[in-house]
T-cell receptor, first 114, second 111 residues
Framework: NAGVTQTPKFQVLKTGQSMTLQCAQD?????MYWYRQDPGMGLRLIYY???????DKGEVPNGYNVSRLNKREFSLRLESAAPSQTSVYFC?????????????FGPGTRLTVT | SQQGEEDPQALSIQEGENATMNCSYK?????LQWYRQNSGRGLVHLIL?????REKHSGRLRVTLDTSKKSSSLLITASRAADTASYFC???????????FGSGTRLQVQP
């Protein structure tokens, strides 16, 4: 039981490049989430998915797209990376209704955009 | 904007002492949750307290919730060096389907 896994762990991009962050969970959770964490701050929600086939915007969705590929996988795409997207990205999953229960986090992806 | 705001931002104590962190939030909630984050790692869920509960215990953790003041506190008793981490509160709003995290309290426990 690996929990929530994320790839890659580290990434450096040049401004304008694109990339996809991958996330998978093996806990059969309905809800999945993408957050970003900037230095000295809490987590801000980018997008979430309450169930397979549905996605919704969070607090800071601009510059990102997501895909809920199946119940296990939820990917985050940066189409044209900007230095302001330098951050640590966390994927999480949770049982039951979105937002109502505890969430389980992956180890994070550290992204630097130069 | 941050729903939960923790206080203090940083706290340094000696091993064996108790650590208290406070959280304030702005809107009506279903529940309030506390998470721990060790340096460079993901967040780990500690405890969830529902809006109709006033106090909850889990091991050395004690959480209180005062919905009239829109505030919560996390008490860690008999702290250990391994408790050194950042602690975040997260509010589950009644009107939204996601958690809103505060900016965290950095706890340093000196051995």
């Amino acid at each position: 039981n690996a929990g929530v896994t994320q790839t890659p762990k580290f990434q450096v991009l040049k401004t304008g490049q694109s990339m996809t962050l991958q996330c998978a969970q093996d806990m059969n959770h309905n809800s999945m989430y993408w957050y970003r964490q900037d230095p000295g701050m809490g987590l801000r929600l980018i997008y979430y998915s309450a169930s397979e086939g549905t996605t919704d915007k969070g607090e800071v969705p601009n510059g990102y797209n997501v895909s809920r590929l199946n119940k296990r996988e939820f990917s985050l795409r940066l189409e044209s990376a900007a230095p302001s997207q330098t951050s640590v990205y966390f994927c999480a999953s949770g049982p039951g209704k979105a937002g109502g229960n505890e969430q389980y986090f992956g180890p994070g992806t550290r992204l630097t955009v130069t | 904007s941050q729903q939960g705001e923790e206080d203090p931002q940083a706290l340094s104590i000696q091993e064996g002492e108790n650590a208290t962190m406070n959280c304030s939030y702005k809107t009506s909630i279903n529940n309030l949750q506390w998470y721990r984050q060790n340096s460079g790692r993901g967040l780990v869920h500690l405890i969830l307290i529902r809006s109709n509960e006033r106090e909850k215990h889990s091991g050395r953790l004690r959480v209180t919730l005062d919905t009239s003041k829109k505030s919560s506190s996390l008490l860690i008793t008999a702290s250990r060096a391994a408790d050194t981490a950042s602690y975040f509160c997260a509010a589950s709003d009644t009107g939204r389907r996601a958690l809103t995290f505060g900016s965290g309290t950095r706890l340093q426990v000196q051995p």
